[in-house]
């Protein structure tokens, strides 16, 4: 009996298993680490019980020097580097480039004997300077050369549009061969008009002025419109070349061509000459006409 009320009064004993402390849920020391710590405690960290915390030591070395021009040269061979700069300036306008265009090569139809005329002009050279020549000329078809033009030219680019040019001219006719100087601006004016002013002094001392402007009016992406013209003065009358002084004679042209390729293009259009003045009067007085009409078809190309 007394055992019986000795189980009553005292509380039962734990299992044996869980007489042994279970430290899993103690608190030490007041922080308890995440679980990526335990797994991976970091070198710079000391123990926490150790009341400091080891700092890692900073690594010393050398800085490279600053450039002084190209950031590249303080990591890559600077001499490497200058011939890459080179090669870059000279594949973005620095390269050697030319071109020959020959913009009318045409027969035409007129009323009186038929006649062929050629125009065109070449240059090689970068973006600022170049070699570059003209030419154009004339004659009857079946008969002898009429007249014809060569120049040579030294041209530079005096901003994006306009090029200066200099050089030197040679004109073929009938027995009145003659050399000039040429100054002049060849380029772009406003609205994409293709301009051209040249002044020539020959070695007889007579000056002319020349003045010419086309403009390409794009109908589709392949069929052109150009209406263009040219005005010649001179300064003095000159008698053996038929010219008197003042605006000699003027040009007017529309040609309509169609492009199968940028390279080249067939046209037809139509070509008005009218000499006037001083000119005119020379003209009719040795029996040539002062004007002139004519059906043109011809071909336009470059490369």
Same mark, same amino acid.
């Given at each position: 009996m007394k055992y019986a009320l000795a189980a009553l009064l005292l509380p039962a004993a734990p299992p044996a298993h869980a007489q042994q402390m279970d430290h899993s849920h103690m608190h030490h020391g007041g922080m308890e680490q995440p679980p990526e710590a335990k797994d991976n405690p970091s070198p710079d960290i000391a123990d926490p019980h150790a009341g400091h915390l080891a700092v890692p030591a900073t690594p010393k070395g050398t800085a490279p020097p600053p450039p002084s021009d190209h950031a590249a040269d303080?990591?890559?061979?600077? &001499?490497?580097?200058?011939?890459?700069? &080179?090669?870059?300036?000279?594949?973005?306008?620095?390269?050697?480039?030319?071109?020959?265009?020959?913009?009318?090569?045409?027969?035409?139809?007129?009323?009186?004997?038929? &006649?062929?005329?050629?125009?065109?002009?070449?240059?090689?050279?970068?973006?600022?300077?170049?070699?570059?020549?003209?030419?154009?000329?004339?004659?009857?078809?079946?008969?002898?050369l009429e007249e014809a033009e060569v120049q040579a030219l030294y041209s530079r680019a005096i901003d994006p549009w306009i090029n200066l040019e200099a050089g030197l001219r040679h004109d073929f006719r009938r027995g009145q061969d003659r050399s000039y100087a040429v100054i002049g601006i060849d380029g772009l004016a406003p609205y994409w008009f293709e301009v051209g002013a040249q002044a020539f002094l020959s070695a007889k001392g007579d000056a002319h002025l020349r003045l010419e402007a086309n403009y390409d009016q794009r109908i589709t992406q392949r069929l052109i419109l150009q209406p263009a013209a040219e005005l010649n003065f001179a300064a003095q009358d000159v008698p053996e070349l038929g010219l008197g002084s003042g605006l000699s004679d003027v040009e007017l042209g529309l040609r309509l061509r169609y492009e199968f390729a940028r390279e080249f293009a067939p046209y037809i259009g139509v070509d008005w000459e009218r000499k006037l003045g001083k000119t005119a009067r020379i003209a009719r007085a040795g029996s040539d006409d002062a004007s002139a009409a004519s059906l043109v078809m011809g071909i336009r190309f470059w490369f």
């Open positions: 303080a990591y890559y061979n600077p &001499a490497e580097m200058a011939r890459a700069r &080179a090669a870059m300036r000279r594949e973005n306008g620095g390269m050697t480039f030319s071109q020959l265009m020959l913009d009318r090569l045409e027969y035409r139809l007129g009323q009186g004997a038929d &006649a062929y005329h050629w125009q065109g002009e070449g240059w090689i050279g970068g973006d600022i300077n170049r070699l570059a020549f003209k030419t154009e000329g004339e004659g009857e078809v079946g008969g002898r």
